[in-house]
């Protein structure tokens, strides 16, 4: 392991197996003292002995703690770096403000204040109480931080438990993940978690939580908070009753709804989502997304390049599916639940279920496959205009044209051409309507309502 070098006493240098970068700051501290122009005191003691009681007046205290045995101290006030150069874990009870550099043996450290702290190897522990602007960088061991009040905590590259235990709705925390298998825990405060090694396990709290980073795979338990969580490679999100925003980065990820609301930005990836008792907003983009509705309604948007499927028993909310200006398909084939679908301006594959479904078709190409229910095919004058198909009219559904007047849809009915099977229609706003498999448009003619 690279190390880190401070000022010893009578003029040494003291070199320690710790080089993250909060050793590095707190070397670069110390070498400020004296290129400012003030004067640095350093003194050391063997662990089992008392400390000397404080520096010289007017000076910056730099204490070096030495020994091979464990044991304990509490720095007095005045000194405002602890240099850990013991070879054996001993415990340090830092005041208000000291910054406190560890090597590669596991020290704990319990800091009351605004306090620095740098682990290097070993398993540490460090306990932070009521700081406004703490910051803790962790090594290579498996460590615990536990830590109120606002402040940064920079995991290493153990798997390790980073506890941001803020009671305080003002306080801030930013909690860095770079190990394998951490456990990351939210507070009250407004918290940051950003995710950059493996298997992370991150537990929201009842404050405001961000998650993101470049994570390969995680686990989220959303708190009662408000979330914003940028999804990983793979993921797995369970959310609670905060409001939550979900923006998939492309991965393939697991999400399951709570009673709060959320709103899901679909990447280029694949999303599974369970809903629940609280309503879901999805916004499709080029990936795949399955979408399980809950008790609540969900609200589905595609986009260019989605491929979209619902799911929801007779019991559940239903969707709203509602297609953009892209070639996309927004399929509830395997749903029970009343739903309703909106074509866009682009090529759209609609495709109702077992419930009694409404499609209204819009100004693209549309396929209309309306399902098993009692439906409603809807053509709205002036928000028409493309060429659709309807795939299985049947004596169930109905057609309904909005802003045709009866005497425009028996005209077009009229005019009806028949090729293949099927027949064509042709609305006063040169919308067409090609109806699947009905070789005599006259057989359905009074499935037609026109307001």
Do not use: H, R
Not at 34 to 58: M, N
Not at 123 to 149: C, M, P, R, W
Not at 220 to 241: C, D, E, H, R
Not at 341 to 359: C, E, K, N, P, Q
């Amino acid at each position: 392991m690279a190390s880190t070098t401070v000022p010893g006493t009578g003029g040494s240098t003291v070199t320690v197996s710790n080089s993250n970068v909060v050793a590095q700051q707190i070397a670069n501290a110390i070498a400020a003292v004296t290129t400012s122009g003030g004067t640095l005191s350093v003194t050391s003691f063997g662990i089992g002995s008392p400390p000397p009681s404080g520096p010289p007046a007017g000076t910056v205290g730099e204490i070096i703690i030495t020994g091979s045995t464990g044991g304990g101290a509490s720095i007095p006030a005045g000194y405002s770096f602890i240099v850990n150069n013991a070879t054996a874990p001993i415990t340090i009870t830092a005041g208000n403000g000291q910054s406190v550099l560890n090597g590669t043996v596991g020290a704990s450290v319990f800091g009351t204040g605004n306090n620095t702290v740098a682990s290097g190897g070993g398993n540490g522990l460090v306990v932070l109480n009521g700081g406004t602007s703490f910051v803790v960088g962790l090594g290579t061991g498996n460590d615990t931080v536990f830590a109120t009040g606002s402040g940064t905590t920079g995991g290493g590259a153990g798997a390790n438990l980073l506890w941001g235990a803020d009671t305080s709705t003002g306080s801030k925390q930013l909690i860095i993940s770079n190990g394998t298998n951490d456990t990351v825990v939210a507070g009250a405060g407004s918290d940051t978690a950003s995710n950059y090694g493996s298997n992370s396990l991150i537990l929201g709290g009842s404050g405001s939580l961000v998650v993101g980073g470049s994570i390969s795979n995680e686990t989220v338990s959303a708190g009662s908070g408000s979330n914003t969580i940028f999804g990983a490679l793979n993921g797995v999100y369970f959310l609670n009753s905060g409001k939550t925003v979900f923006v998939d980065t492309g991965g393939s990820n697991t999400i399951v709804g709570g009673t709060g609301s959320a709103t899901i930005f679909g990447g280029a990836g694949k999303n599974l989502i369970f809903g629940d008792g609280g309503p879901i907003q999805f916004v499709g983009s080029a990936g795949t997304a399955s979408i399980v509705g809950g008790s609540s309604t969900v609200s589905i948007f595609g986009g260019a390049g989605s491929n979209i499927s619902f799911f929801g028993s007779s019991a559940s909310g239903g969707a709203t599916l509602a297609a953009y200006s892209g070639n996309e398909t927004l399929n509830a084939g395997g749903s029970f639940s009343k739903n309703l679908f909106a074509a866009g301006s682009g090529a759209a594959v609609l495709i109702g279920g077992g419930g009694s479904d409404t499609m209204f078709a819009g100004a693209g190409s549309a396929t209309l496959t309306s399902g098993a229910g009692s439906d409603f095919l809807t053509f709205v004058k002036g928000a028409a205009g493309g060429t659709d198909v309807i795939t299985d009219f049947s004596a169930n559904d109905t057609a309904v044209f909005v802003g045709y007047t009866a005497a425009s849809i028996a005209a077009a009915v009229a005019g009806a051409t028949t090729s293949g099977g099927s027949s064509t229609i042709t609305l006063s706003d040169n919308t067409k309507i090609t109806f699947s498999g009905v070789s005599n448009i006259l057989n359905i003619a009074g499935q037609f309502q026109s307001f």
